[in-house]
């Protein structure tokens, strides 16, 4: 009796320990972490302008949430742990999981057309299967025209939001395109709600959420009442303002639901433990489909499947009106992290990734400077080799493959593209090589050789040696499998790398144990850290060598905060400072022609530009995509006449770049919409103003 006292008395505390993290923390393993996490949050989000955030994690059996600022600016209602937030596309793993309880049960066949159990869905000109709806594979379209499909503010049921876009052309045929699409997963909740003869939500607080004990979790129906509800906000031309009413009963398997980052947790916890789907329908749910020409969308069935450094990953993001969320799982960490805030924008990767950087010392995929495009290439192989082939060992336990001759043509396609000579000779087309080196267009040969080396180091080495790999990356990893078969006299010599990607790797393995050290795998760059101690500190660090950690983005990121926020000269100063950090990199020249724009020195802005145009590395960041995202944060800060010259000097190197054009034009239009206003505040009679406002509006 007393022992069965005990073990009650336990379970019951366990019980009190999940259903309240935010107290648990306090005599926990991580109290000073969770400490650190706290003083990052909280100064994160005056960065990013955000009123209310809850975030938390799970670690084994410990649990861990907090909230942050205010669920209701208004009403001063601070956010909480057990703050209600949208969880958008969140909603759509959820789906997913559904999708494959019911097909356990018979009552689905994933390969069956999606019309066998939804009539009313028109017959397309291909065949649209249930898998391929799971993984953004059906051809479906996303939103066509967002001014009028994204803020509906009518109730829409099941029947009403599959007519939306029923009569939507396919984007491609089914299968060979990954293509992102809401619509798909409303049409899997349409299949869900035929299947089981239920409502959509009944069937999910019946199977998934009640289970798992995700009590706080709901359909989002504004007629209901829901506790802890946050208020949405937006940013318009810089100002903080209430998200507009938007009815998301529309999105409702894709992105209709609210809910708390505890019972996220919980989810994935529940998930981890298997409690509501078989490990084998858990497996296909986090397996990353491929297109028809054999490449992988990094994309399972209602999860991201991206590796962190060599790590397994499968995570969602959600963004609507009124939210961002975040859920990233890492199943053989036991470890998951949720989020949500209530903004509509803010830098929503950044806290995850910072977590993580606190918990493990471990940055999050590093990136690596080597200063030009031939090494940039060589690395990015080895780079996908470990983190792509280490990921799959991570998750299955075992190597791809241990066939011999399957691991030989790996090895072969392995070591005909990634050495320097092939890179150097025909680099267009090497580079394709290695980009394709994971997927099954190659056989996955690069995942191939990656499981087959982390096999190798583990049954030598042990498993405890991971972390390390963990920690230092592709660099160390492929250094010690060289050293391990140069002192086996009998190691297959087809499964050994080219004589000159061993020098390289070698030679790089000597700087990069010496600038990737605890100091830059932790250190972390924002307009609040000691930046000019950093950069002194990266300078010696990095100093007479020629690889070492590429921090140029995160330099990036605070720069544009400087002068987004007035110091111009200051993000000059740290922009020049990067500069000599990174003197190859695209990203510090853009920042500095950002920053010029500022002041208004055209000149030096369009030099600036046309340097980075002609930089050996990061040159992503001068391609039209990130500069319209520039653009758009200066218009996000009143900045129109800085966005405006920013898009002219673009036009100038990108003249057939119709989004430039496109870009001045809405500029226009918002300082004529502006006048008018002023017009109209100084003259309320004056209709010409009217008519003009209204024709615009």
């Known amino acids: 009796m007393k022992n069965y006292f005990k073990k009650f008395c336990f379970g019951l505390l366990f019980i009190l320990i999940l259903s309240s993290p935010y107290l648990s923390a306090r005599d926990s393993k991580y109290a000073e972490k969770i400490k650190s996490i706290e003083d990052f949050v909280k100064k994160q989000m005056k960065v990013d302008r955000i009123p209310g955030l809850s975030i938390g994690f799970i670690k084994d059996n410990f649990m861990w949430a907090k909230g942050f600022g205010y669920a209701d600016l208004e009403n001063r209602v601070p956010a909480t742990e057990k703050t209600a937030y949208r969880l958008a596309s969140n909603t759509k793993s959820m789906t997913a999981v559904a999708i494959l309880q019911l097909a356990e049960k018979g009552k689905i066949d994933l390969d069956a057309e999606v019309q066998t159990y939804v009539p009313y869905f028109p017959w397309k000109r291909w065949p649209i299967t249930i898998r391929q709806l799971l993984g953004h594979l059906g051809g479906i379209s996303h939103y066509r025209d967002y001014d009028k499909e994204g803020h509906i503010k009518v109730h829409k049921d099941t029947r009403e939001a599959i007519e939306i876009f029923a009569n939507f052309d396919l984007v491609a045929e089914p299968g060979t395109k990954y293509n992102y699409s809401s619509y798909g997963y409303n049409l899997l909740g349409a299949v869900i709600e035929s299947a089981s003869k239920q409502p959509y939500g009944d069937y999910m ?20 009442i829901i ?71 990094d994309y399972g069935m209602g999860w991201r499947i991206i590796p962190v450094n060599g790590r397994f990953q499968a995570y969602h993001t959600g963004g609507q009106p009124e939210t961002r969320t975040l859920l990233a799982r890492f199943p053989t960490m036991n470890f998951a992290i949720a989020l949500a805030y209530n903004l509509e924008g803010g830098n929503l990767h950044i806290y995850s990734h910072r977590l993580f950087q606190i918990l493990f010392d471990e940055a999050w995929n590093m990136r690596v400077y080597t200063g030009n495009k031939e090494d940039d290439a060589l690395y990015r192989a080895i780079w996908d080799t470990f983190n792509y082939g280490l990921s799959y060992y991570d998750r299955n336990k075992k190597p791809l493959s241990l066939d011999k001759n399957s691991l030989k043509e790996a090895f072969l396609y392995f070591n005909k593209y990634v050495n320097p000579e092939s890179i150097h000779s025909d680099y267009v087309r090497t580079y394709k090589k290695i980009l394709h080196g994971r997927h099954p267009i190659a056989g996955q040969a690069f995942v191939k050789v990656g499981s087959f080396i982390a096999y190798k180091l583990i049954e030598n080495f042990g498993e405890k040696k991971l972390n390390y790999y963990h920690k230092m990356g592709a660099i160390c990893f492929f250094n010690d499998y060289i050293n391990l078969y140069k002192t086996q006299s009998s190691f297959p010599e087809e499964f050994k790398l080219q004589n000159s990607t061993e020098q390289k790797i070698s030679l790089w393995h000597k700087e990069w144990e010496k600038t990737c050290n605890q100091y830059t795998r932790t250190v972390f760059i924002a307009p609040y850290s000691d930046l000019d101690g950093i950069i002194k500190k990266l300078k010696r660090i990095f100093s007479s060598h020629t690889i070492y950690p590429n921090l140029a983005q995160d330099f990036g990121s605070t720069i544009e905060y400087l002068y987004l926020n007035g110091d111009e000269k200051r993000a000059i100063l740290i922009a020049s400072s990067t500069l000599e950090l990174y003197p190859e990199s695209a990203i510090p020249l853009v920042y500095l022609g950002n920053a010029y724009i500022c002041i208004g020195d055209l000149r030096r802005a369009r030099e600036y530009y046309k340097k980075a145009l002609s930089a050996k590395t990061d040159k992503f960041a001068v391609t039209p995509r990130f500069i319209n995202r520039y653009a758009h944060n200066f218009i996000m800060y009143k900045k129109f006449d800085e966005a405006m010259n920013l898009l002219k000097i673009a036009s100038q190197f990108f003249p057939k770049e119709s989004s430039f054009y496109y870009g001045i034009a809405e500029i226009y239009l918002k300082k004529a919409r502006y006048f008018y206003e002023k017009a109209l505040k100084a003259d309320p009679t004056n209709e010409n103003a009217r008519k003009k406002l209204k024709k615009i509006k």
């Not at 607080?205 to 209901?224: C, F, Q, R, V």
């Not at 906000?233 to 999105?251: A, F, P, T």
């Open 205 to 224: 607080k019946e199977h998934i959420w009640g289970p798992l004990g995700m009590t706080n979790t709901y359909m989002d129906n504004p007629d209901e």
């Open 227 to 297: 506790p802890n509800r946050a208020k949405g906000y937006r940013i318009i031309d810089g100002e903080l303002k209430n998200s507009e009413y938007v009815d998301i009963s529309s999105r409702f398997a894709a992105g209709g639901t609210r809910s708390t980052v505890v019972d996220l947790l919980k989810y994935a916890k529940g998930l981890h433990s298997g409690k509501i789907l078989s490990k084998k329908s858990i497996d296909l749910m986090e397996t990353s489909m491929a297109t028809r020409d054999g490449k992988f969308t």
